[in-house]
């Protein structure tokens, strides 16, 4: 049995990932951590084997740290801090940290698409929809799509209710069009590969890892 924690665990992403390790049968749900149920990370991360954190771009950094530093493998989901001072901080850690900007299965083949869609058009611009309340723009998984696309690649951002989490990689060449989309319908698209990240955690033979892509295809 894997000992799992939640940061973040009142929140939407937390809630669901609670849900899902409760769900299998390999992993126990040892902590929930969050200032709104007056639970604080220090509090659990002694409990747990891998922490998951769902919180918010000032608050993941620093609980990676303290996950990295008790000895805890950390498989972070927030979006919008500082990766560069993650890869400081997992220097010479005993434990692993991994890092994905999109867990659904069907983003990380949009963005291998885009990738190789890249190399053969003339042009692409990137349209990402988020629910309101989502905190970055643009969204960490358009940023690390556009990182990973030949040229330049211009990214416009939607915010309305009624949305989870789309994208659209529009293409361009001669006389010709090429769109690419994404569409999540509620937060469970997410969760297969949390538990997959969860899984693997402690076996990665570098660290911090980013992007679930090689988890998914580890030769390339
Ligand atoms: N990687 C992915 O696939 C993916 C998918 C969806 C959302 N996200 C990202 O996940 C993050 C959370 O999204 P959400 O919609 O669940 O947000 P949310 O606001 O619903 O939840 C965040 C929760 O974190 C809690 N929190 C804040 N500071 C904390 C701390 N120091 N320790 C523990 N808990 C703390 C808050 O009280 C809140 O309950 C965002 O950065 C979002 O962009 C990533």
């Known amino acids: 049995m894997t000992r799992v924690a939640v940061a973040g665990a009142a929140g939407r992403m937390g809630q669901a990932v ?5 769900g299998a049968d390999d992993l126990s749900l040892t902590g929930r951590a969050d200032p709104a149920l007056g639970v604080a990370l220090a509090d659990v991360v002694g409990d747990a084997d891998v922490v998951v954190d769902f919180t918010q771009p000032d608050q993941a950094l620093d ?32 434990a692993n940290a991994f ?12 963005m291998r ?9 003339d042009g692409a611009e990137i349209i990402e929809y988020h629910h309101p309340a989502k905190l970055d723009a643009p969204s960490g998984t358009a940023a690390r799509t556009a990182e990973l696309m030949e040229g330049e690649v211009p990214i416009h951002s939607v915010r309305l209710p009624g949305i989870v989490a789309d994208q659209d990689v529009i293409l361009g060449g001669a006389a010709q069009t ?3 989309r994404h569409v999540t ?8 590969g949390v538990l997959l990240a969860v899984r693997r955690v402690a076996e990665l033979t570098e660290s911090p890892v980013i992007g679930l892509e090689h988890l998914l295809w580890p030769d390339g």
């Open 178 to 180: 090429l769109t690419i």
């Open 18 to 22: 609670c849900a899902a390790v409760e």
């Open 185 to 192: 319908t509620d937060r469970t698209s997410f969760m297969p």
């Open 113 to 121: 698409f885009a990738t190789e869609a890249s190399r053969h058009m």
């Open 99 to 110: 890092v994905a900007p999109n867990f659904a299965i069907g983003a990380v083949l949009m």
């Open 63 to 94: 609980n990676a740290r303290a996950c990295l530093e008790a000895g805890v493998h950390v498989v972070i989901g927030t979006t919008g801090f500082d990766v560069g001072a993650l890869r400081s901080a997992a220097e010479g850690a005993s």
